[in-house]
C-alpha cells in the first residue's frame, strides 16, 4: 500500500479544556477513559477520507498536534512552543463552554500559532468590541471547538451558546459543541460530523490543492466584504 498524504493541525486551548480527550475521540472514536495533563506536544493520527463520495475521494493522514501549557505562559516557554507551530495546515482551537475565560483566551493561542502575538484589541465575547480584521485575512483554516456541553444547565445552554457563537464568527470559522465522553456528538451524518469533514477537507484543499482553495477563499472574503457593506 503506497504511503498516504499527510496534514498538521494544530489542537490548542487551554489545559483542562478537554483537548486530549476531544483528540483521543476524534482519532479512535473513542472516549479517553483517563486522561491526563498533556507535556510539550502529543501527536495523534485521524484517517480521512477527502471529498468522501465523489470521484474525487482519496485517503489522508490528519496529524492532530495536542499542544499543552498556559497561553500566559513565560516567553522563553512560548519560544520552545513554538516549535510545534511550524508547517502547520489547519488550527483547532478548544474552550470549555462552562469556563469564559478559555473562550477568551483563543485569541492569544491563534495569535501567537500565527506568529502574531500581539494583544487583542478587545474580546467580543465579553464586550462586542473585537477587532475582526486581525483574522480578516488569514489563510489558515479554523475550527472552534466547544467542551463540556453537558456541563451546562439547559436553562442556560441558549445564552452560553449564543455567547460563543460570536467566537467562531471573529475566526470566520465554523463551531461544534459537544460532549467529549459522549460519541454520539461526532456519528456518522450528523451536523458536527459534517462540519468537522468540510473542515479536513478545506485543510487538505490548502495543503495540495492551493489554487483550487484560494478561489474559493477569495470568494468567501468577497462574501464578507459586501455583507459588511449593507
Not at 8 to 32: A, F, R, Y
Not at 93 to 109: A, E, G, P
Request: proline share 3%; hydrophobic share 35%.
Amino acid at each position: 500500500m503506497a504511503a498516504l498524504d499527510r496534514v498538521k493541525v494544530l489542537v490548542l486551548g487551554d489545559s483542562g479544556v478537554g483537548k486530549s480527550s476531544l483528540v483521543h475521540l476524534l482519532c479512535h472514536n473513542q472516549v479517553l477513559g483517563n486522561p491526563s495533563w498533556t507535556v510539550g506536544c502529543s501527536v495523534d493520527v485521524r484517517i480521512h477520507d477527502y471529498k468522501e463520495g465523489t470521484p474525487e475521494e482519496k485517503t489522508y493522514y490528519i496529524e492532530l498536534w495536542d499542544v499543552g501549557g498556559s497561553v500566559g505562559s513565560a516567553t522563553s516557554v512560548k519560544s520552545t512552543r513554538a516549535v510545534f507551530y511550524n508547517s502547520l495546515n489547519g488550527i483547532i482551537l478548544v474552550h470549555d463552554l462552562t469556563n469564559k475565560k478559555s473562550s477568551q483566551n483563543l485569541y492569544r493561542w491563534s495569535l501567537e500559532a500565527l506568529n502574531r502575538d500581539v494583544a487583542p484589541t478587545g474580546v467580543l465575547v465579553t464586550n462586542g468590541d473585537y477587532d475582526r480584521e486581525q483574522f480578516a485575512d488569514n489563510q489558515i483554516p479554523l475550527l472552534v471547538i466547544g467542551t463540556k456541553l453537558d456541563q451546562i444547565p439547559e436553562t442556560k445552554r441558549n445564552e452560553v451558546l449564543t455567547r460563543t457563537a460570536f467566537l467562531a464568527e471573529d475566526f470566520n470559522a465554523e463551531e461544534i459543541n459537544l460532549d467529549c465522553t459522549n460519541p454520539r456528538y461526532l456519528a456518522a451524518g450528523s451536523s458536527n460530523a459534517v462540519k468537522l469533514s468540510r473542515f479536513f477537507d478545506k485543510v487538505i484543499e490548502k495543503r495540495y490543492f492551493f489554487k483550487r482553495w484560494q478561489s474559493r477563499f477569495l470568494a468567501s472574503r468577497k462574501e464578507r466584504d459586501l455583507e459588511e457593506e449593507h
